[in-house]
């Protein structure tokens, strides 16, 4: 069976091109919206270091961890720069109704 | 003349990046890194931190394990001293009186920690920090109960001196200077992390020298200071300063003035030997030609990486803006730019309580931005940076505003 669809929040609540935390449990996600208004969800640490990457700068479909600005395309989970390696888990997301959902797998 | 073979003298964080940016950009030759220290190239910054705090001995990050050497064909070398550069025949000496031929060679030497100069200071009881071996000797004297003297408020001593705390220490932080923080750290900056390590528990003796240190191995220590005050402690760590790792340039005939002097290509007065990271001098163009050093992780990375590119061939020159950042408790503190060059300060509001100030010259131009909070502080500061770059002068009153967003004014 298909895990359930988890309310994240008011797709207003991220401003266009920024990143917010969610945390579901044990789990923390980091949920984007695109310079293009789309929706998008990964892994809440970089890969490299147990770094937020909500606290990033989100430009165009790249989140730049803010510590060792390692980059990831958060778009399809890619490692796009040193010292990030390993790609980064993406999650599926919705927006229906004005609130953004993402599953958790 | 095609170059075959380049040798990188230093296996830190820049001469490790710069021979993985010579791999992934396309280099085909032979790589070889020569290392002192008995290890794989590792990351510093956690030894100040996570090493020293974490319940069991963490390894240190490698940048380089057996693997990757493998994978990227890289000839690494550890526990091997360069002695000596012959560079009319281009080859390195190595103190075993073996030698390596170049066609490129990179200098990323590195930095040593000063050393204190005082009556009774030459002992191992005091303790530096700067390698892996060096975090796992003061780790194991630190527990709880151990009465800590950090001499030194820069970031080494301060990182040492809140993992101290941590760890249960008893911790007393000395320095010379009225404040913590003197070199290239706002004022506000520095006393709102001053409070922090007054809260968590430490003492703080600043303004005042020290007159003589006793410390005898694995007996009590002592430390008197200018003012008569006798510190009695168990473990003394000085934290007070990096001297550039020049001793293999000079004795090649390399211009050396605090670092080995290079130009915005980071190459050396010989344009086949390059240098990059803490060892190095170079100038800045976007702050007119300035010259400087850092002591960075960030520096050190992004100097190998066009350092690696104009070994080759390249001819980019080196513009990234200074940026460090240091985590003493749940704070971090952030600096991009040059503070110094600063007339005008504007303090923001930042996201989460964040405390930023924006630092501008007698032209309004943003020259520097400084912070403390927690970890989302890292967002602003990097919007902050790339105004810098930009040599942007937006008005104090925009910056100061928490309703306008920093993105909007790029």
Not at chain 2, 264 to 277: E, K, M, V
Request: hydrophobic residues 40%.
């Amino acid at each position: 069976m298909q895990e359930p669809w988890i309310e994240v929040c008011d797709s207003n609540d991220i401003e266009e091109e920024d990143v917010i935390r969610f945390d579901y449990g044990s789990v923390t996600l980091a949920v984007y919206r695109s310079d293009k208004n789309a929706f998008y969800a990964t892994n809440g640490y970089c890969t490299h270091e147990r770094v937020h990457l909500s606290d990033g700068l989100v430009m165009g479909n790249i989140i730049e961890c803010p510590k060792h600005n390692g980059r990831f395309d958060y778009t399809t989970g890619q490692a796009k720069k040193t010292p990030a390696c390993d790609a980064l888990q993406t999650y599926p997301v919705k927006v229906t109704g004005g609130k953004v959902y993402v599953r958790i797998e | 003349m095609t170059i075959e073979s380049i040798v990188i003298v230093g296996a830190g964080e820049a001469g490790a990046r710069a021979a993985i940016e010579l791999r992934e950009g396309g280099f085909n030759g032979e790589i070889t890194i020569v290392g002192r220290e008995n290890m794989h190239p590792y990351e510093r910054p956690p030894l100040s931190k996570t090493v020293l705090l974490m319940p069991q001995t963490p390894a240190p990050a490698t940048i380089l394990d057996e693997q990757k050497c493998g994978a990227y064909q890289i000839n690494l070398i550890t526990g091997k001293e360069a002695i000596k550069i012959e560079r009319g025949q281009k080859r390195v000496v190595f103190e075993d009186g073996s030698s390596k031929g170049y066609d490129r060679l990179l200098l990323a030497t590195g930095a040593n920690p000063r050393r204190l100069m005082l009556e009774g200071s030459d002992t191992s009881g005091v303790m530096y920090l700067r390698t892996y071996a060096d975090a796992l000797v003061l780790r194991s004297r630190l527990s709880a109960g151990k009465r800590v003297v950090v001499i030194g408020g820069g970031f080494i001593g301060l990182e040492v001196a809140a993992s101290a705390r941590e760890t249960g220490c008893e911790v007393t932080l000395l320095d010379l200077a009225p404040r913590i923080l003197m070199r290239g750290v706002p004022a506000q900056i520095a006393g709102q992390m001053e409070s922090r390590h007054r809260e968590a528990g430490v003492q703080f003796k600043l303004g005042t020298g020290i007159e003589q240190i006793h410390a005898p191995a694995g007996r009590e220590h002592a430390v008197t200071l200018s003012d008569g005050t006798i510190l009695k402690c168990d473990v003394i760590v000085a934290g007070i300063g990096a001297i550039p790792e020049t001793t293999l340039a000079s004795a090649s005939g390399l211009v050396v003035d605090n670092g080995i002097v290079v130009d915005d290509q980071l190459r050396t007065s010989d344009p086949h030997i390059y240098a990059a990271g803490d060892c190095c001098s170079f100038p800045h163009h976007l702050f007119g030609g300035q010259r400087m050093r850092l002591e960075a992780w960030r520096n050190a990375v992004d100097q190998a990486i066009v350092a690696a590119r104009n070994l080759v061939g390249g001819t980019e020159s080196y513009a990234a803006v200074p940026w460090f950042w240091s985590d003493q408790y749940d704070k971090t503190l952030q600096v991009v730019g040059l503070p110094d060059l600063g007339c005008v300060t504007v303090e923001r509001s930042g996201l989460n309580g964040n405390q930023l100030y924006v630092h501008l010259d007698e032209e309004g131009t943003i020259v520097a931005a400084s912070g403390i909070g927690d970890g989302s502080l890292g967002k602003e500061i990097r919007i902050l940076e790339k105004l810098i770059e930009r040599r942007a002068k937006p008005s104090s009153e925009q910056l100061s505003d928490p309703a306008i967003r920093l993105k909007s004014l790029l």
